[in-house]
Every structure is written in C-alpha cells, then in structure tokens.
C-alpha cells in the first residue's frame, strides 16, 4: 500500500497511526485538552472544530489554531470539521463548511485536513485541489452513525474516494450485527488490495472495537483513541489502545 505522510508521520505503513481528538468548546478548554494529549505524544492529534464554539469567528479560528499549533510542540495535526449530516455537533449552512475549510487551507492552519466526500463533488473537488496546493494532507470522509451499508457498497465508496485525488480515504460506520462489522474488515482488506491509498475504516460503537485495534490486520492505516473525552462511541482510551495493537502486531 502507498504510504502518505501527514507531517513526519508515514500512514499506511507498519502499525496503525494514533490520532487523539480535542473537543473543548472554548479555546481555554481546546488548550487544556492539548496539553493533557501531549503527555501521551500520539501520532496524531485531531481538533474537532465542530465542538468550538467560536467557529464560525474566521479570528478566533485562525488565533486559536495558532496557539494549538504551537501548544502541540511539533505533533501532526489534523482539523477536522464534521457537519451535523454526519454526524457532527453544529448545524450550519453548508456553504459556511466550505468557508471554514477554505480558510483552514489558505491559512495552513493544520498539516492535515478532513473533508466529507458526499458534501458537494464540486466544491470538494476544489477543496481538494486547493488543500494540495497547499501542501496540507487530504482525509476524504464518509460517516453513516446509523448503520452499516452492506459489503458492496463500502467497496464503492472506497473505490470513489480513491478517485477524488485525496490523499487517504476514511469510513467510520455503525453496526448492528456482528455481521456489519465483518463486513465492514472484509470490505476493508479487499480494498487495500486493490487501490493505492492508505485506507481508514472505523465500525463504531461497543461491537465494532476490534475494528480500533485490528488495523495492522484487516488494512486500516489510523485509529482514533480517547484521552479523556471521546468525540465518537466506541474509542478506546490511548494507554489501552496502545497496549491492544502492540499485541496484535503482525511479525
Ligand atoms: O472520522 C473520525 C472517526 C471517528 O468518528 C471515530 O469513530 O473514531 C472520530 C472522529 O473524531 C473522526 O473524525
């Protein structure tokens, strides 16, 4: 598999990369967040800015982004802003996704960034091709917090995210059954065999934690893990995670 690389971090290669996210709705929550993460020095640290209160401040975002930057000595960030569709914590129009995401690239606020795949394929193409003139690492994303699509199509949209020109293609999804989760590792393996880009697949919830720690296994390139506060169920907390993929590292 191709790997990518979000800062000095290579993803798709060896162990699955930790990412931990930060959830505080005020920038003195963000910080205090920031400064309990490092302690534990993931690989990755995601800001989940659809938990900020002061969003949609363009200010507030590019100042709070900056002192988070340099409050994270030298560890990769991703930024993140999942809409409500998707499961998000802010209902706003989408254009102003599309402001907020604009000016996390123009400002080079992180060294990588999320964009939901099935936002508009037109103003996502754009993005794309804007975050990598940039030189920011592009996660496309799917989530589906209400169930699991069947086998064939987690084929396809892997297979379109491939397509997209973004660096890593991620799917986090909720089960119902066991059989959603299987379907979710089988999905994953036969995608990693055949495109060229790292792939993140996450089944949430409590019956889809082996999917967090299984990643060296089934072909999922990044797991998010919890300090403290979650940001989607089933995360495991950073300290066990990492004990769980040492363990199931392949020799
Ligand atoms: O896409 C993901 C994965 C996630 O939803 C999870 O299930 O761990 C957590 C989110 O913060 C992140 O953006």
Redesign the pocket.
């Known amino acids: 598999m191709k790997t990518v690389r979000i800062k000095d971090v290579s993803v798709g290669q060896g162990q699955p990369k930790i990412?931990v996210?930060i959830t505080g709705a005020t920038q003195f929550e963000i910080l205090q967040q920031a400064k309990k993460i490092v302690k534990y020095q993931p690989d990755l640290v995601?800001w989940?800015i659809d938990f900020f209160q002061k969003v949609t401040d363009k200010q507030q975002l590019i100042s709070t982004a900056k002192v988070l930057k340099e409050c994270l000595a030298g560890l990769a960030l991703l930024i993140?802003f999942?809409t409500a569709a998707e499961?998000g914590q802010l209902k706003l129009p989408v254009e102003k996704y599309y402001e907020i995401v604009q000016t996390i690239i123009e400002q080079r606020l992180s060294d990588a960034i999320?964009l939901e795949f099935y936002r508009n394929p037109a103003q996502i193409t754009r993005l794309i091709s804007l975050a990598k003139k940039e030189e920011l690492t592009v996660i496309v994303?799917y989530?589906n917090f209400q169930n699991t699509p069947i086998k064939e199509e987690i084929l396809k949209h892997f297979t379109a995210m491939s397509q997209s020109g973004a660096d890593i293609a991620?799917i986090?999804v909720m089960p119902q059954t066991k059989v959603d989760v299987v379907n979710l590792l089988t999905a994953t393996i036969q995608s990693t065999a055949v495109l060229d880009l790292p792939l993140?697949a996450?089944s949430?919830g409590s019956l889809g934690k082996i999917s967090?720690v299984a990643g060296e296994v089934f072909g999922s390139a990044m797991?998010?893990a919890s300090v403290e506060a979650e940001?989607?169920?089933?995360?495991i907390s950073i300290n066990t995670l990492r004990k769980m993929l040492k363990e199931l590292r392949i020799e």
């Not at 940001?231 to 995360?235: D, E, N, R, T, Y």
């Open positions: 990412a996210p995601e989940r993140t999942r499961g999320d994303s989530h991620k986090a993140i996450i949430m967090r797991t998010f940001s989607a169920p089933g995360q």
